[in-house]
Nanobody, 117 residues
Framework: QVQLVESGGGSVQAGGSLRLSCVGS????????MGWFRQVPGKERDWISTSTTAGTTRYVDSVKGRFTISRDNAKNTLYLQMSSLKPEDTAMYYC???????????WGQGTQVTVSS
């Protein structure tokens, strides 16, 4: 059974930093893409960043230069380092893993990030 478990969320003031972690079990994270999404109440879940097996990383424009995605395959863990946080970054953050076709199929339960001004 695949499980993705996020941690590291919390409350921080604008300009601060947080690092999110996502530990996978029953999931070959080293062989598939993984990414981060976020969602605010009443809105759709938005893609933030992807880490591919080829080592490529991609980001939505709104977080470029502030967020960094990385993975430790030995620990089956995906990270999202978030810096220079803004109030508009406030959301529930979700880790996601791709299936063999490269489609996001597996989801964590989410971790809340709240940024105050």
């Amino acid at each position: 059974q695949v499980q993705l478990v996020e941690s590291g969320g919390g409350s921080v003031q604008a300009g601060g930093s947080l690092r999110l972690s996502c530990v996978g079990s029953g999931y070959p994270s080293s062989r598939t893409c993984m990414g981060w999404f976020r969602q605010v109440p009443g809105k759709e879940r938005d893609w933030i960043s992807t880490s591919t097996t080829a080592g490529t990383t991609r980001y939505v424009d709104s977080v470029k230069g502030r967020f960094t995605i990385s993975r430790d395959n030995a620990k089956n863990t995906l990270y999202l380092q978030m810096s220079s946080l803004k109030p508009e970054d406030t959301a529930m953050y979700y880790c996601a893993g791709c299936d063999a076709s490269g489609v996001y199929r597996y989801w964590g339960q989410g971790t809340q990030v709240t940024v105050s001004s």
